[in-house]
């Protein structure tokens, strides 16, 4: 069992606060799935990483929630912002479960496999080839998501994982899991291995 | 239980579970957008398809439970029922959202600022006529290869389109759309030119 932490009031902007929730609460999802289409353990042990963030994001949220409101409208508004904040925490529970599906060896069924070709949504992972344009840059520059509407969720190094890379160097050998849609991402995976060094 | 008669249950188990997944997902970006926009209609409309979700889901753990045939299976099947319930939870959890854009009237303005500053944003854009989009299909116009940007929604004057790949898009019609803020503008020149 994970251990309960004490939270601790700490002063911090509402609206910062609750957009890392919604971000986190999102790539829960794509990496919990990940995990499941994937079969893989460490994705799915850093989603629960990430579920204890967000355990910990919620009460220091509604902690300054409280402090925010000053009258009725006050309250009557901030209910709602709160609200808001514990469903980002309830679909970061959900994201949590499917991940646990992979931890307890539950099995991922092959039916999970077809579902995830036909779903409007792909996710794949790609090694990347010393030959690939790619190699060197970091995902930031590599601006997928407006080149092509693909998104690197994860990459892993060697044994070492890095979440919603955005400034990393990626290097030859990083293996990329990334989703979009499924003409973006099999035009990353070409790139990728260095078949073509022309994203569009 | 014959072949054939299997193999067209697994079709149906795999066809359930994607619209289970797809609708769930479709759900919290309309549920973000309702709150974007303030738009109580578009409340009310996820909050019907939360109750398309509740049967489909009843009808995809029948299916799945239908389908136990062999002793080895069982743990690979109660995985595919656990997936169906954790699309059904993120389903409620949009209805919820959504919720909140009917009790508020009005959403607290943070609110919209997080969904316009989160990674993945929501916009909505209306289609002018000069687009080059006007007059062809939801699928020639290609949107999110040229912009990666999702249309989650259209609103043609007082009705909330779903965004069939054969919908005929009309100079007027108001996209809403979610990605990642840097197809904005992209999303902007196309439609809005």
């Known amino acids: ?200 | 239980m014959s072949l054939a008669e299997d193999r067209q249950l697994y079709e149906k188990i795999c066809n359930d579970l994607v619209e289970l997944k797809d609708t769930s997902e479709m759900m919290m970006d309309l549920a973000y957008s309702a709150l974007l926009l303030s738009s109580q209609q578009l409340a009310e409309e996820v909050i019907m398809l939360e109750d398309r979700m509740d049967n489909l889901h009843t009808e995809f753990e029948l299916l799945v439970l239908s389908s136990r045939r062999e002793q080895e299976e069982a743990k690979g099947l109660l995985g595919l029922i656990r997936m169906g319930v954790v699309t059904e939870r993120i389903a409620d959890a949009a209805a919820e959202i959504a919720e909140v854009v009917i009790r508020s009237g009005e959403p607290h303005p943070v609110l919209r600022m997080v969904i316009q500053d989160a990674e993945e944003t929501v916009e909505r854009i209306i289609v002018s006529e000069n687009s080059p989009v006007v007059g062809k299909t939801l699928r020639e116009a290609r949107i999110p290869e040229e912009t990666g940007m999702w249309v989650l929604v259209i609103r043609r004057g007082n009705r909330w389109l779903r965004p069939k790949p054969t919908i005929i898009l009309q100079a007027g019609d108001v996209v809403v759309a979610s990605g990642y803020a840097e197809g904005e503008d992209d999303l902007k020149n196309l439609l809005a030119q």
């Open chain 1, 1 to 200: 069992m994970s251990e309960v932490e004490r939270v601790e009031y700490t002063p911090v902007s509402v609206r910062e606060t609750l957009i890392q929730m919604k971000d986190i609460s999102e790539l829960m999802i794509d990496l919990a799935y990940s995990s499941a289409l994937f079969d893989n353990r460490e994705l799915a042990e850093e989603v629960m990483e990430l579920e204890k963030k967000m355990d910990t994001l919620v009460y220091i949220l509604n902690m300054n929630l409280m402090l925010a409101a000053r009258d009725k409208a006050d309250a009557e508004s901030l209910a709602g912002v709160a609200k808001v904040g514990s469903l980002t925490n309830s679909i970061s529970d959900a994201a949590a479960d499917i991940a646990g599906i992979v931890l307890k060896d539950i099995g991922i069924h092959p039916i999970v496999r077809e579902v995830f070709q036909r779903a409007e949504e792909h996710l794949a992972r790609v090694r990347l080839s010393e030959n690939s344009v790619l190699a060197g840059k970091t995902v930031m520059d590599m601006n997928l998501a407006a080149e092509v509407g693909v998104d690197i969720i994860a990459v892993r190094r060697g044994l070492y994982w890095m979440i919603n890379p955005e400034k990393e160097i990626i290097m030859p050998e990083d293996v990329l899991v990334a989703r979009g849609t499924a003409e973006g991402l099999g035009k990353l995976i070409r790139v990728a291995q260095g078949e073509v060094d022309e994203l569009g």
